[in-house]
């Protein structure tokens, strides 16, 4: 035993062991985090959401304090500002959101959606005759079935959200006001020959993270108001609903401007069955898009998050099946985070002398 | 046992331990914050600031401890901050084959007050000659601070650029003399 240990204390170059041993680690505690992952759902969405909040709200309440005003007041009143903002959405959104919610579940609720859904199948049908097929009318069907059934689930599912936006909420309250003296805690823990390095990687890795969500989300609100006004402009059902969807799908690269676009085209369909409304709704989701990615993206959001599309189609099937649509929306932002993550924590391993 | 101590109610008795206690907790910081505040004072960057600015820049400040022969950085790694011994000595140190020392530094003296301005390289090796205690300032928490409270962070900056500049201004008079005693060798030979 001890001649294999000086065999292989020879043979290794210094500190490799510990090196091995180090990456094992990490990598056992990535697997067992993703393991638990559906288990610490909830929790796990509430946390992320406080961070995100708390990185989007961070540099006003820098600004209240660089007006002089001290750090728990700036949080306090930016919580304020925001319920202000909430209770007049609520105001001017709870007439429409409650019209469209009514009318989408009395839609689904009678025989109308299963007459529309035949329609649509018809209309599919008589111009592409793939759809004519009974294997592929069955199928369509079943789905339809599927997600009528699921939209029952959808009121307890909403609850539960609000309850855990009232948590989130909660943590970024205190996120914002504690948040330094909460980092100076955690970071007094790191040994010596760490502390440098971490303290430089925790300022890099939330300087871009935090650029990248106000970024996302800045982009976000701006898609989505452009097609919830076009959607109104266009006379378009739920138009509030599809362009709300449209703007969080605009998180997502690549595919999510197509699914953010494809409930307009379908509802634009069901309710003129005319090529040319879905095309006006197309050439509407397509100069919003035009105008995001020429004029809006480039100046807002940060190049060095972005990701490969095949990595990007992987994340994204790969939070779908841990945490089903949510999972999905999450992918791309928890890919860029743990992308900036790994590059910080790469170059801090390459710059600083951790492994002597 | 003298008869007015027995009789002495034990609520009173509480009050004076609980005064006790909070009052050592309190003295303690007090004598730690104090210990902290006077040191601060002494380093020029700190020059000119009251109180309550201190205090600010304790709130961002971190305390390290180091054991004797520990490194506190790398010759060559990115610099982060400075240091300011509050206990202890440290050996400046450059070279990795062949380690030159360039200085021994003791209580109330500083180090690495560069790296507040850039990331660029450490220029040398700091070392804990013996057990060491000290209060660090780092550029993330600097540059912090100037967008929070502009007014006290440029406060700073302003007295690391006098720092500099009186330091550029002394090897400019280093250099000249430098520069006369070659062109006077030059002369001679």
């Not at chain 1, 949080?75 to 909430?86: E, G, M, R, T, W």
């Not at chain 1, 993270?209 to 898609?223: D, F, K």
């Not at chain 2, 101590?5 to 331990?17: D, H």
């Not at chain 2, 912090?144 to 900056?157: C, F, M, S, Y």
């Amino acid at each position: 035993m001890n001649e294999v240990r000086q065999i292989l204390t020879l043979s290794l170059p210094p500190g490799t062991v510990r090196r091995i041993a180090l990456w094992a680690v990490i990598g056992l505690a990535f697997f067992w985090i993703v393991a638990l992952l559906p288990t610490l759902q909830s929790l796990l969405v509430i946390l992320v959401a406080a961070t995100f909040l708390s990185l989007l709200l961070e540099p006003v309440v820098t600004l209240f304090e660089n007006r002089g005003v001290n750090r728990t007041l700036s949080s306090v009143l930016v919580f304020a500002i925001l319920v202000f903002l909430a209770i007049i959405a609520f105001k001017f959104l709870t007439p429409i959101v409650s019209q469209e919610i009514s009318s989408v579940s009395a839609g689904i609720s009678d025989e109308s959606s299963t007459n529309a859904m035949q329609q649509l199948q018809d209309k599919l049908g008589d111009n592409i005759p793939f759809f004519s097929s009974p294997a592929v009318q069955v199928a369509i069907k079943k789905k339809v079935d599927l997600l009528m059934k699921s939209s029952l689930t959808m009121v307890v599912d909403i609850l539960s959200a609000i309850m855990s936006m009232f948590m989130a909420a909660f943590i970024t309250f205190f996120f914002l006001k504690d948040g330094r003296r909460i980092k100076k805690r955690l970071i007094s823990w790191m040994p010596n020959r760490y502390f440098e390095m971490s303290l430089i990687l925790i300022h890099r890795i939330a300087t871009q993270l935090g650029r990248y969500i106000r970024g996302q989300l800045l982009v976000s609100l701006i898609v989505g108001s452009m097609s919830v006004f076009a959607l109104y402009l266009l006379d378009v059902r739920y138009y509030f609903f599809i362009g709300a969807l449209a703007g969080l799908a605009n998180m997502i690269p690549y595919f999510g401007p197509l699914v953010g676009a494809m409930p307009a085209i379908i509802v634009a369909f069901l309710d003129t069955g005319e090529v040319g409304s879905i095309a006006a709704v197309a050439v509407a989701f397509g100069s919003i898009q035009m105008f995001e990615s020429v004029l809006v993206a480039p100046y807002i959001v940060s190049k060095s998050v972005e990701l490969h599309p095949l990595t990007i189609i992987l994340v994204v099937l790969t939070g779908g099946k841990l945490l089903g649509i949510f999972g999905m929306l999450l992918a791309v932002p928890v890919s860029s985070i743990i992308k900036v993550m790994s590059v910080e924590i790469s170059w801090g391993l390459q710059n600083y002398r951790v492994f002597d | 046992m003298p008869k007015n101590i027995e009789t002495k109610p034990a609520q009173s008795l509480g009050f004076k331990v609980g005064d006790a206690l909070w009052s050592n907790i309190f003295k303690k910081e007090n004598a730690e914050q104090r210990s902290t505040l006077a040191i601060m004072k002494s380093v020029p960057i700190f020059t000119g600031m009251s109180k309550p600015q201190l205090r600010e820049f304790i709130k961002i400040m971190h305390n390290r401890q180091f054991k004797k022969g520990e490194a506190i950085f790398y010759e060559g790694e990115p610099g982060v901050g400075m240091y300011v011994i509050q206990k202890g000595a440290v050996a400046i140190t450059k070279g990795k084959g062949f380690v030159e020392k360039l200085a021994e530094l003791s209580v109330g003296e500083f180090f690495g007050e560069l790296a507040l301005l850039d990331e660029s390289p450490r220029s040398a090796t700091a070392t804990a000659v013996v057990d060491c205690q000290m209060i660090g300032l780092f550029r993330p928490d600097l540059f912090d601070l100037v967008e929070r409270k502009p007014r006290l962070g440029n406060k700073l900056l302003f007295q690391l650029a006098c720092l500099i500049g009186a330091r550029l201004k002394r090897t400019n008079e280093e250099l000249e003399t430098v520069w006369a005693r070659i062109e006077d060798a030059k002369v001679i030979s």
